[in-house]
């Protein structure tokens, strides 16, 4: 969530920014999204509801556009970090029982620890290239809001998808 904060500040949109506060915004659009897709497609629901606070009054602006982009980043931010944790949590027992075992096995916490570094650096650098792409325009920040969205949502549902499949 930190990263989010500080995405907002270099978009100049502060929590509490007047602008923002005329806005409203609801993960609603996105979860009713979410419930009605399977497989790949749930990947179409990322943006859903900044897409809808962004048609709001207010919410097509710069600063609008941030306030909405932003908020629905935090949401996916906010799943990322838990599935994380808790696939770790899962791969943590099965390395440990796999000593209890005595079975030499690769070291899945280990793995996923790097495939996650590796991932934010992928992230970052698609975005920073997104951004670059405005020319220092206005479109830059909410284009690079977008860009952290997709990428963050995509991965908060691929380590949810496979912490499913380990528990299974």
């Not at 806005?23 to 897409?51: K, Y």
């Not at 952290?148 to 549902?157: H, K, N, P, S, Y």
């Amino acid at each position: 969530m930190r990263f989010v904060f500080a995405l907002m500040a270099l978009m100049g949109i502060g929590v509490g920014s007047a602008g923002a506060q005329d806005i409203s915004f609801t993960m609603a659009p996105t979860q009713v999204c979410l419930a009605e897709a399977e497989g790949a497609v749930r990947f179409d629901c990322i943006g859903t509801a900044a897409q809808y606070c962004m048609s709001k009054p207010s919410g097509g602006s710069t600063v609008g556009m941030g306030f909405c982009l932003g908020r629905e980043l935090g949401e996916w931010d906010d799943r990322l970090n838990a599935a994380y944790a808790e696939l770790r949590r899962v791969e943590q027992l099965v390395m440990d029982e796999a000593e209890r075992m005595e079975l030499r096995v690769p070291d899945t916490v280990l793995a996923l620890r790097e495939m996650q570094r590796a991932w934010i650096r992928f992230r970052d650098a698609s975005c920073a290239y997104e951004f670059s792409t405005w020319g220092g325009g206005t479109g830059g920040g909410p284009a690079n809001a977008a860009c952290l969205l997709d990428l963050t949502g995509r991965q908060a549902l691929r380590l949810e998808d496979r912490l499913q499949e380990r528990r299974r």
